[in-house]
């Protein structure tokens, strides 16, 4: 069974930076993609930055240029670098990956516990 546990969430002034870690845990064969969600009080879970299969990265425009997302194969963990954080970034902050438990088995999609982002102006 796979588990994704996010860590680093936290309050901070408009400016300032974060890093969020997600690290995963449980045998799996391959990753589809892996990514950070968010979402705000009263609007819906938006796609933040996600490592496409093969690496290729993308990133929501609201974002672009002030986070960065990274993996680290080894230690199974994928991070979120947030840089220039302003108050409309505070949401809660969700890790997310697909992945295939097996050869040519079917994508499954998985959800972490969500971290809390709460940004100051």
């Known amino acids: 069974q796979v588990q994704l546990v996010e860590s680093g969430g936290g309050l901070v002034q408009a400016g300032g930076s974060l890093r969020l870690s997600c690290a995963r845990s449980g045998s799996i064969f391959s990753i589809e993609t892996v990514g950070w969600y968010r979402q705000a009080p009263g609007k819906q879970r938006e796609s933040v930055a996600r490592i496409l299969y093969g690496g290729i990265t993308n990133y929501s425009d609201s974002v672009k240029g002030r986070f960065t997302i990274s993996r680290d194969n080894a230690k199974n963990t994928v991070y979120l670098q947030m840089n220039s954080l302003k108050p409309e970034d505070t949401a809660v902050y969700y890790c997310?990956?697909?992945?295939?438990?097996?050869?040519?088995?079917?994508?499954?999609?998985?959800w972490g516990q969500g971290t809390q982002v709460t940004v100051s102006s």
């Open positions: 997310n990956a697909v992945v295939r438990a097996t050869y040519g088995s079917s994508p499954l999609n998985y």
